[in-house]
């Protein structure tokens, strides 16, 4: 009689992602639990990561699909992000397109981030922040991208100042509230546009090309309810030539 699987057992045959194409439908809670890092700020302000560190309510499997919580006392989004870096210089070669499937409510926005060379929930650098990301909301889709300029270095993270850019696009519609919507998010070079349920919504031109170094995904609210968002079927790859 074969011993039973336990959850450390699991957790240590489960297989790891592979980002040159990445494929993730949350279907697997072995696999989520391996693949993925929470992170956020509790109601006191204590930055938290990792699931021993950040609220359960958070982030969780539901019906096949990730569910993200975010509460009014909290001042930061709850966050989610891929413990595997991007295969960047294949993607700066290519160009990405990353497609997922999401649904917000009312009061709600679902986020996309795409981390930088020097940036990211764990990151260890303390130069340049370069983060392009895309919001998803029933007042519209932001394509927005930010730059974070090192001004005042400092041993610890906490003293260091930065001098923030951010470069946006907003589209003219947003999305039915609990309903499922398809978004693809193309980037080639400086060149970044997304469509909608199959149709374009909002492009960008970048003030300089994007490095994709690292991805998460957000879910927020309008600080007065919960933010809830629910995200599936995310899939990177390269762009097709």
Not at 18 to 38: G, M
Not at 92 to 101: D, K, V
Not at 122 to 149: C, F, K, M, P, Y
Request: include cysteine.
């Amino acid at each position: 009689m074969k011993a039973p699987l336990t959850l450390f057992t699991a957790l240590l045959l489960a297989p790891l992602v592979t980002l040159a194409d990445l494929k993730e439908h949350f279907s697997d809670p072995i696999r989520f639990a391996e693949d993925w890092v929470p992170y956020g700020r509790l109601a006191d302000g204590t930055w938290a990561q990792g699931f021993g560190q950040a609220r359960p309510e958070w982030w969780a499997l539901e019906d096949g699909a990730l569910c993200g919580q975010n509460f009014p006392e909290e001042k930061h989004p709850a966050g989610i992000s891929l413990k595997e870096n991007l295969p960047q210089a294949q993607l700066a070669e290519t160009g990405a397109r990353i497609s997922w499937r999401i649904k917000v409510t009312e009061t709600s926005r679902g986020t996309l981030r795409l981390f930088g060379i020097s940036s990211g929930p764990h990151s260890q650098e303390a130069t340049d922040n370069h983060v392009l990301a895309l919001d998803v909301s029933a007042a519209g889709l932001r394509l927005w991208n930010g730059n974070r300029e090192l001004t005042a270095p400092a041993p610890d993270k906490e003293s260091r100042k930065y001098r923030n850019t951010v470069f946006e696009e907003k589209s003219s519609g947003g999305v039915t509230p609990g309903a499922w919507h398809a978004v693809v998010l193309e980037v080639k070079g400086s060149d970044v546009r997304v469509f909608l349920d199959g149709k374009e919504s909002v492009k960008m031109k970048l003030p300089q090309e994007q490095p994709l170094r690292s991805l998460s995904l957000e879910a927020d609210g309008d600080k007065k309810s919960h933010g809830l968002a629910w995200f599936d079927d995310i899939t990177v790859a390269p762009l097709p030539k």
